[in-house]
Nanobody
Framework: QVQLVESGGGLVHPGGSLRLACTASGPTFSNYAMGWFRQAPGGKERVFVAAISWSGSKTHYAESVNVRFTISRDHAKNTVYLEMNSVKPEDTAVYFC?????????????????WGPGTQVTVST
């Protein structure tokens, strides 16, 4: 069983930066690929943002955030990060981290096994 808790959300101005963190409990964090998803206000589904492999050697990004966002993980701290730069109002959403019992991440939310409760990110002047 893996429990995930996100942190680092808040209000940020357009063009600004924010770093989200997701800390996992449990001794087998390194056995899981991790992903970040987001759900915009009024959105029906959680949309893929970024994923990272179990080793951290492979990453994948949604086209809408490519170059602006960076996903990384620290096995010693059982934590995965999402560095958000040059944020835009359309990045406003609740951000969720997810764990997948596999080597590689996935873009489909239903392929993940565990989820955090989410953290709100609001991009506004």
């Amino acid at each position: 069983q893996v429990q995930l808790v996100e942190s680092g959300g808040g209000l940020v101005h357009p063009g600004g930066s924010l770093r989200l963190a997701c800390t996992a409990s449990g001794p087998t964090f390194s056995n899981y690929a991790m992903g970040w998803f987001r759900q915009a206000p009024g959105g029906k589904e959680r949309v893929f943002v970024a994923a990272i492999s179990w080793s951290g050697s492979k990453t994948h990004y949604a086209e809408s955030v490519n170059v602006r966002f960076t996903i990384s993980r620290d096995h010693a701290k059982n934590t995965v990060y999402l560095e958000m730069n040059s944020v835009k109002p359309e990045d406003t959403a609740v951000y969720f981290c997810a764990a997948r019992r596999a080597l590689w991440g996935d873009v489909q939310h239903f392929n993940y096994d565990y989820w955090g409760p989410g953290t709100q990110v609001t991009v506004s002047t």
